[in-house]
């Protein structure tokens, strides 16, 4: 008889201060592919880890045979963390040191056949990303990127943890693509992620996981027929009576766009990102950014944000003053809230939930100010407001991805700041916490002066709120490349 290639028996593990993970049973025949899907803190990542060996000092038996690769979240922080640590900027005549190129991450100074590289690229249609380097990707190519490097290994088993996370609409049924290919070639896929449309369809086998457990087991189809599965997926919110107080902000005149962008271009090593942006936000009105992995949505809102060096000698004005007029960086930030990929990798200060929450006020990584009385009152009501006041003195690298994320919605929306910025807001959010994070986005549009600035690339994540639409759409040149991406802009 063929021995499993996964066998997991009387698995027990406590993680800080949540319910334990403890699977008494699980098991997974060779060449057979599993969806473990759950709800934010159910346990799945916990699982992921313990498979790839990041965790070790649990009880039980895990077994995993053959010769396994991962994709997740925190494999994406390490490889970011790897360029910030080996950064030589100080040290360089042109004073950035830009790192890795996409093509060194996938090849990581291990050896191959240049075959197997010319496959794995077409196979991920990334020809185009190998070059730039990995640090200005977007989190939909990063995770393209790092899907290539684990297929370069050679792998028997994946352990994929939501490898679908900032992908755009038409890479996302690319990935489907690939993953129902690598199972036909007999590559075990074991798929962490929340239940959607999109998943591969070639993964027959399914556990569903809820407080550290297995809860549903089985065959997909079989599964999400059952009348437990859909009392397990339904949604319950509710939406306050009130939000707490606002921040008061300068007097802006009545016709006095927020943001203006004229004529703005941007390119990377002299290849250009995007052209000629012209793009105005006024007042009582609230985007969406759309378009695909790469075209320069997050880089356009660093830029208006005060993230980006990019904005420097542009024509941007913000909140009637042209960018570049002797305003600090902070007289910037303090009209903003901002959650973001970017934001969620470099918040890395060990700190708690509430003080994350604070930070907000301050527009810092870290709380370093003496937040007032009132500041905290009006924190602990967000973290009701999300379900997370029972988390408020647990540090924040403690917490689920999906955890630490609506954390950070929190610390964006705090002090109901003038423009909202939500660039994939919902990534690493379960099905529950999605729909409860976009009700309270609408709801925050109709009853503060608070304006949105939303990016997302899931077509799940619709908010009633938005007036008007900014997509970037490839600029065809009079050769075979594209030149880059320019706008057009649509009323809703």
Same mark, same amino acid.
């Given at each position: 008889m063929q021995s499993p290639i996964l066998s997991i028996e009387q698995l027990h593990f406590q993680l800080s201060n949540k319910s334990p993970l403890s699977i008494d049973e699980l098991s997974l025949k060779q060449g057979e592919s599993l969806l473990v899907l759950g709800d934010n803190a159910s346990g799945k990542s916990v699982l992921a880890q313990i498979l790839a060996g990041d965790i070790t000092g649990y009880q039980g038996s895990v077994v995993l045979t053959g010769k396994f690769t991962t994709l997740s979240f925190e494999l994406e922080a390490e490889t970011l963390a790897q360029d910030r640590l080996n950064d030589r900027s100080d040290f360089m005549e042109e004073g950035v040191d830009n790192g890795r190129t996409a093509l060194e991450i996938i090849i990581d100074d291990n050896a191959f056949l240049a075959e197997d590289l010319d496959e794995i690229i077409a196979l991920l249609a990334i020809e185009k990303l190998l070059e730039k380097p990995f640090k200005i990707l977007s989190t939909g190519e990063t995770r393209k990127v790092l899907m290539a490097r684990a297929l370069m290994l050679k792998p028997q088993v994946m352990l994929l943890d939501e490898p679908y996370a900032?992908?755009?609409?038409?890479?996302?049924?690319?990935?489907? $693509? &690939?993953?129902? +290919?690598?199972?036909?070639?007999? !590559?075990?896929?074991?798929?962490?992620?929340?239940?959607? #449309?999109?998943?591969?369809?070639?993964?027959?086998?399914?556990?569903?996981?809820?407080?550290?457990?297995?809860?549903?087991?089985?065959?997909?189809?079989?599964?999400?027929?059952?009348?437990?599965?859909?009392?397990?997926?339904?949604?319950?919110?509710?939406?306050?009576?009130?939000?707490?107080?606002?921040?008061?902000?300068?007097?802006?005149?009545?016709?006095?766009?927020?943001?203006?962008?004229? $004529? &703005?271009?941007? +390119?990377?090593?002299?290849?250009? !990102?995007?052209?000629?942006?012209?793009?105005?936000?006024? #007042?009582?009105?609230?985007?969406?950014?759309?378009?695909?992995?790469?075209?320069?949505?997050?880089?356009?809102?660093?830029?208006?944000?005060?993230?980006?060096?990019?904005?420097?000698?542009?024509?941007i004005h913000l909140f009637g003053v042209k960018r570049g007029s002797g305003e600090s960086i902070w007289d910037i930030k303090r009209h903003y809230g901002l959650v973001s990929a970017q934001l969620h990798r470099d918040y890395r200060v060990s700190t708690t939930l509430i003080k994350v929450v604070l930070s907000g006020f301050y527009d810092s990584i870290g709380l370093y100010d003496n937040p007032s009385r009132q500041q905290v009152i009006i924190a602990r009501q967000w973290l009701v407001l999300l379900g997370l006041e029972q988390h408020e003195n647990t540090y924040f690298n403690q917490l689920s991805y999906g955890e630490q994320r609506l954390v950070l919605i929190a610390r964006a929306v705090v002090k109901l700041p003038m423009i909202l910025i939500l660039d994939e807001p919902c990534q690493g959010l379960d099905n529950h916490n999605r729909d409860k994070v976009l009700a309270l986005m609408d709801y925050i549009a109709e009853n503060s002066k608070t304006q949105l600035l939303f990016v997302s690339h899931d077509i799940r994540d619709q908010l009633k709120c938005i007036t008007h639409e900014l997509e970037f759409v490839t600029e065809k040149s009079a050769g075979e490349n594209p030149l880059g991406y320019t706008t057009k802009i649509t009323k809703k």
């Open positions: 900032g992908l755009d609409i038409g890479s996302q049924a690319h990935l489907s $693509n &690939v993953l129902n +290919s690598l199972v036909a070639r007999g !590559i075990s896929i074991i798929l962490f992620d929340f239940y959607h #449309q999109t998943l591969p369809s070639s993964i027959e086998n399914l556990v569903y996981m809820k407080s550290g457990k297995i809860v549903l087991s089985g065959k997909r189809s079989e599964i999400i027929a059952t009348e437990q599965w859909q009392q397990l997926n339904e949604n319950h919110y509710s939406l306050p009576h009130h939000l707490p107080d606002c921040l008061q902000y300068d007097h802006l005149e009545k016709n006095t766009p927020l943001v203006a962008v004229n $004529n &703005v271009s941007v +390119s990377f090593d002299q290849k250009p !990102i995007f052209n000629a942006v012209n793009w105005q936000f006024e #007042q009582g009105q609230h985007w969406r950014i759309i378009g695909p992995n790469g075209c320069g949505k997050s880089t356009l809102l660093a830029m208006i944000s005060g993230d980006s060096p990019k904005a420097y000698g542009k024509d």
